[in-house]
């Protein structure tokens, strides 16, 4: 696939369908090196990577992500070490029986590839939640479907088709027992380039951002969700639509920024759509505009990027970010100098630097929650192990909660934060409802077999 670097010809062939269907301080960090290198050695003489991953454990988790019913969260455990031969995906029930302390469901995890990236929900047509999750190391992006049972447990299945059609329930009952995703549900992200002038390649090399977009409309009356993927060193984002049975099909593959961490989408119509992209490696954030045909073509309209003041020159910049719940304003974890950035959200997807609200270490996941009318920004910071509580009406930390071993992402479902605490292979919750008695009191998430 040779492309022009004009961004309105980086999609031909546009219809061409898929296969069927970190931590920061200089303390931790030398420790961390240190833990990295001795991890390699025994890795080198025991050769790790032939052991299956154990579902019922989390191993250096990293991202999660909240079912859209709210009652489930999926935490993407990254095989950091290298120990197992992949990562894992394990559901958590945020509040069994009458609000009791989360539970996992084991028997529900897949093995997904090694060291993920961040995560994401989306609902296909028949009410199954599929779970989106890049993998950094393999340059692909793993599908995970999440069905129902009879007692309202998720079932997490990624089997290649013709593993699904002769599969039979595990020895638990389950309907699929533990599993890696494998044939359709594994997509290789190095088949889904462009080749600029010079004849360089990109494509989303180190895959680690995802977003799900709103729906539209195709000329033939089929609803799709736009899907975009981006990768840390690949320079790149590569756009799908996904069909209401699931069907995936790449659009475009667009040039960025290297360094992208996180995306997001902002809806101007429907089939224009504006991409914010944030940076790891600059202090930038990239502002695509996306106008998609009834056919599902893609091209790119040039938007300026954004930066915050620079207040300091670390070569570490921006993490995840989360919108407001009004809509009005962007919200950011930002490294250099620690703090929470905001942006005002302007017409046509613009952002316009507002200002920041000063932190410590090394911030990294960001969520929001309305507390009886008052939203809330929690904010994990890796080096300090806790996690801000952050009113953005007067820009102020109230609070902070210590949670494990450099928490990085966090999701809030029904009332309850949930922080994958990367270093201790742990996950803590805590309450965010302040009329609630679990306000702001840790617990962990007790591993089951």
Aim: with cysteine.
């Amino acid at each position: 696939m040779t492309h022009g670097s004009g961004h309105a010809n980086l999609n031909p062939g546009a219809h061409r369908p898929l296969p069927a269907s970190f931590v920061g301080g200089a303390a931790r960090s030398v420790a961390l090196l240190l833990s990295i290198s001795v991890i390699f050695y025994a890795a080198c003489i025991d050769n790790y990577r032939q052991i299956t991953p154990d579902p019922g454990q989390f191993a250096w988790p990293g991202a999660i992500v909240a079912d859209p019913a709210g009652d489930f969260v999926y935490v993407v455990s990254t095989n950091f070490d290298s120990r197992y031969t992949g990562g894992t995906l394990i559901p958590i029930q945020v509040r069994p029986g009458s609000g009791g302390a989360p539970v996992p469901v084991s028997k529900a995890a897949v093995e997904i590839g090694p060291f993920g990236g961040d995560a994401a929900v989306s609902l296909l047509g028949d009410g199954t939640t599929r779970i989106w999750v890049p993998i950094r190391d393999g340059d692909q992006l793993d599908l995970v479907d999440s069905v129902r049972d009879a007692s309202n447990l998720p079932e997490l299945e990624c089997l290649a088709q013709e593993s699904r059609e002769k599969a039979e329930p595990g020895a638990d009952g389950d309907a699929y027992a533990f599993h890696r995703c494998r044939g359709d549900h594994v997509i290789d992200l190095k088949d889904y380039d462009f080749v600029d002038e010079e004849g360089t390649t990109f494509w989303a090399n180190d895959a680690y951002g995802i977003s799900v977009g709103n729906q539209m409309r195709t000329f033939d009356g089929d609803v799709v969700n736009p899907v975009y993927v981006s990768g840390i060193v690949g320079s790149a984002v590569a756009v799908f639509t996904v069909a209401a049975d699931g069907a995936l099909q790449w659009r475009a593959t667009l040039p960025i920024t290297e360094g992208a961490h996180s995306i997001m989408e902002y809806v101007v119509d429907e089939f224009t759509r504006v991409l914010w992209i944030t940076n790891r490696s600059v202090n930038l954030i990239d502002i695509i505009k996306l106008r998609f045909d009834r056919f599902g073509n893609v091209r790119e309209i040039p938007m300026p990027s954004v930066s915050a003041d620079l207040l300091g020159s670390s070569g570490d910049y921006f993490r995840e970010m989360v919108r407001s719940g009004d809509g009005r304003l962007l919200y950011a974890a930002f490294r250099s100098p620690s703090s929470l950035t905001i942006f005002e959200i302007l017409d046509g997807g613009g952002l316009r630097y507002r200002g920041l609200i000063p932190l410590d270490g090394t911030p990294s996941g960001v969520a929001i929650f309305n507390d009886n009318g008052k939203e809330v920004v929690y904010v994990t910071e890796s080096s300090l192990d806790f996690v801000y509580v952050i009113d953005p009406a007067s820009m102020a930390v109230v609070s902070k909660v210590f949670v494990g071993a450099a928490p990085s992402g966090i999701a809030i479902a029904d009332g309850r934060a949930f922080v994958a605490n990367f270093e201790d292979s742990t996950v803590s919750w805590f309450g965010v409802d302040s009329l609630r008695p679990d306000y702001h009191k840790v617990g962990i998430v007790e591993p089951r077999d």
